[in-house]
């Protein structure tokens, strides 16, 4: 066989052990998977009965266009119905963008750490790439801009950023897109922008009226509670939708992940209070662990990126420390981000799980 040689610079992505598995392993009545920033509810009530009433036509292939998905989701972003692209979650999107956009004699700009998809789609498409170093974690939007080339044509920016929770406002957002050259595609990947709370939050939809080089990029797998069924949407021109339906595969978002997203829309008070939810609890759980000094990076996402060197076992060690007492969360060794751990936001009972295992692990519970 010869296989493409660029597998070799590629591992597979790999996700955390079956909670299954670490219950034998570790005796666990119960675990927080606060590990994958997915929601700890469910989907709302009307979208589980809506999928039930789909699921006796799953002998049709799916509507290859969303239809009534694009149209309701264009009326409440006001903007038409061509500029919307679906896909099998955002992370598909982000492959076709690199396909559409990406190649030997190019080259894409992303910030490090963020999302790992992003050096993926790079190095998959034989792309030259810069990962910009964000200084003490946090966006520094001139470092970026001065990363593009001629040849740069992406530029990805997840807002907030997974894994810091960083987060860019409209003001400094525009002050970066327009400093970026015609030809580069800027990409705002909102998979966490939901969970923003911050007074000056915009939707940035409309922007695609005033800059033909801008996509956004949203998910419905996380505030929705729909990470099961993987569907997410891309916002940008028509000239650029056209581009990427041209490379996705047909029929490449199934019948009740379309359903599920349909009426999930129509739902938006039942959305605010899990946003709300969010919010209190991220601001709680930075105070607890201020309370036993130990650093939490500010987060408009549905995480948080805390500080492990000040517990009494070494920082590489707490994952494992955190797992051998109920509580799933995620390396930041393993995301650029060394001496840190992310925490998704979970239930109440969840946290209170965490915050009793980091006082335990800071010396202070046994």
Not at 180 to 186: A, E, G, L, N
């Amino acid at each position: 066989m010869k296989l493409n040689p660029v597998l070799e610079r590629l591992t597979p992505y790999r996700a955390g052990p079956p909670l299954a598995a670490v219950q034998r392993r570790y005796n666990l009545a119960e675990i927080a998977r606060l590990s994958a920033n997915e929601s700890p509810e469910g989907p709302f009530p009307e979208v589980i009965e809506a999928v039930k009433q789909a699921a006796s036509g799953l002998n049709r292939y799916p509507d290859g266009w969303c239809a009534e998905l694009r149209e309701a989701l264009a009326a409440q972003l006001n903007i038409p119905e061509g500029c919307l692209v679906f896909g099998n979650g955002s992370c598909e999107l982000l492959t076709l963008l690199a396909d559409a956009f990406l190649g030997p004699d190019r080259h894409v700009v992303f910030p490090m750490p963020s999302f790992v998809m992003y050096r993926l789609i790079a190095l998959a498409n034989s792309t030259a790439f810069t990962a910009v170093i964000q200084p003490d974690l946090r966006y520094n939007v001139d470092a970026l801009v001065e990363a593009v080339r001629d040849d740069t044509t992406l530029l990805i920016v997840c807002n907030p950023n997974n894994p810091t929770g960083d987060y860019l406002d409209p003001r400094q957002l525009r002050a970066l897109i327009d400093r970026v050259p015609d030809h580069t595609v800027v990409v705002l990947d909102e998979a966490y922008g939901e969970f923003v709370t911050a007074a000056a939050d915009q939707d940035t939809a409309p922007w695609i009226a005033d800059y033909p080089n801008l996509v956004v990029l949203r998910s419905f797998s996380k505030i929705y509670g729909l990470a099961g069924l993987r569907i997410g949407y891309g916002i940008a021109r028509p000239e650029v939708i056209d581009a990427l339906d041209k490379l996705r595969q047909p029929f490449n978002v199934g019948t009740l992940s379309q359903v599920a997203a349909l009426e999930s829309l129509r739902h938006p008070l039942r959305m605010e209070d899990r946003r709300a939810h969010v919010d209190s609890e991220r601001r709680r759980i930075t105070a607890s662990l201020d309370d036993i000094a130990v650093n939490v990076l500010p987060s408009q996402g549905n995480f948080l990126l805390v500080d492990v060197t000040a517990l009494t076992l070494p920082g590489e060690e707490a994952v494992q420390a955190l797992l051998e007492r109920g509580v799933m969360v995620r390396s930041g060794y393993a995301m650029g981000c060394p001496g840190w751990i992310r925490v998704t936001i979970g239930k109440v009972e969840e946290n209170d799980h965490f915050l009793t295992a980091m006082r335990e692990l800071r010396g202070l519970e046994s």
